[in-house]
């Protein structure tokens, strides 16, 4: 049985039995770890080489939160296995010390849900989206986690399908009712420091950005945050009514094309991917699995979308960010309003 068959499994016995209810902000320069492939849910202790200082490794497990969620979502919706699960449902390291579990999932209202978890005695990674159905204008729901010895990376939001910077008719339908919720958690979980501009602009006012030292109180409010989070973007779907006018579903499409082809071809966590299963099949985890759906909602190219990535040779500048990094600070104040300069280095 594949990992998502078993996962799917579990939530239909945990709803019957009640009556209610990967990868992209890794840091670049990862240490080359040998990693072994187990579970932890306690601290270990882990010596640096070289003489660095010994640290006592918080080890987390973002089992339970892929779990929520689709038991979550069989609470509201009928969902099953994605084709993709025949392809994506596990995959080991080149040098076979390491695990990728994979689960995809579809509904309705919703073209694909999918995991990408990695859990080691070293690293615990967790990449999880679900993508409306081009027929609703719903945000993507996104969480991006990495945690190590001596930090936990997060990025956690509903990435707005079309502009909430400037397109003000957008922002009020999906998040004017949340901003109270990306307030709260934006005080328990700070800004995380500079990101690229580029990125910016696919995040919502109230996307969780933030960096800190691993520990069980911290690992609570990013599951609070999570839980939180997701019921919210679920709520959106029920909530969402199918649109029937061609013209605004194609817009619809290309908003989400767009975002795509973006993650896969600027996605920080390549490096991660690279490192553990080699360029061709990061590239093929990150087109055909993580960020599915380029070849079908659409047919324009990356450099279509962002000519200033375009090379004197017509090739793709491999370089991460063409504008630099900005935003040290939130760019949102507490009513949602930006209030940082998007072209600002």
Known sequence: MSVSEKLLSSSMKSSSSSSSSFLSFFPPETPR????????????SYSWKQKRPSFQVYAVSYE?????????????THLSPSPLQEKFSSMMSTDGNVELQMG????????LLRSLSIETETMQVLDFAAFPKPEY????????????????????????????????EYKEKYY??????????????????????ESLTFFSPIVIWTRFTPNQHKY?????????????????????????????IKFNCEAQHRYLAWRAEKDPGHGLLKRLIGDTAAK??????????????????????????????????????????????????????FVGNIFIN
């Open 64 to 76: 339970k939160f892929i779990q929520f969620a689709l038991n979550h979502t069989k609470h509201h």
């Open 284 to 337: 093929e985890l990150l087109r055909n699995f993580l960020f599915h759906g380029i070849d079908e909602l659409g047919s324009k190219s990356f450099l279509d979308y962002f000519p200033d990535y375009r090379s004197e040779d017509g090739t793709v500048i491999e370089k991460r960010s063409i504008i630099g990094k900005s935003f040290e600070n939130r760019p949102w104040d507490a009513r949602g309003e």
């Open 104 to 111: 995809s999932f579809e509904a309705p209202k919703i073209r």
């Open 220 to 248: 609570d409010v990013l599951y609070s945050a999570f839980v939180d989070y997701y019921k919210a973007w679920v709520e959106l779907i029920d909530e969402a009514a199918e649109e029937n006018d061609a013209s605004i």
């Open 33 to 44: 770890l040998r990693l072994s492939s187990s579970v932890l849910h306690s601290s270990v």
């Open 176 to 197: 004017s009712s949340l901003i109270p919720l990306g307030v709260k958690y934006s005080e328990l979980l700070p800004w995380g420091g500079k990101l690229t501009s």
């Open 137 to 168: 204008d719903v945000p993507i729901f996104c969480a991006n986690f990495f945690s190590n010895a001596s930090t936990s990376i997060v990025l956690l939001d509903l990435n707005p399908l079309h502009d909430v910077i400037n397109q003000r």
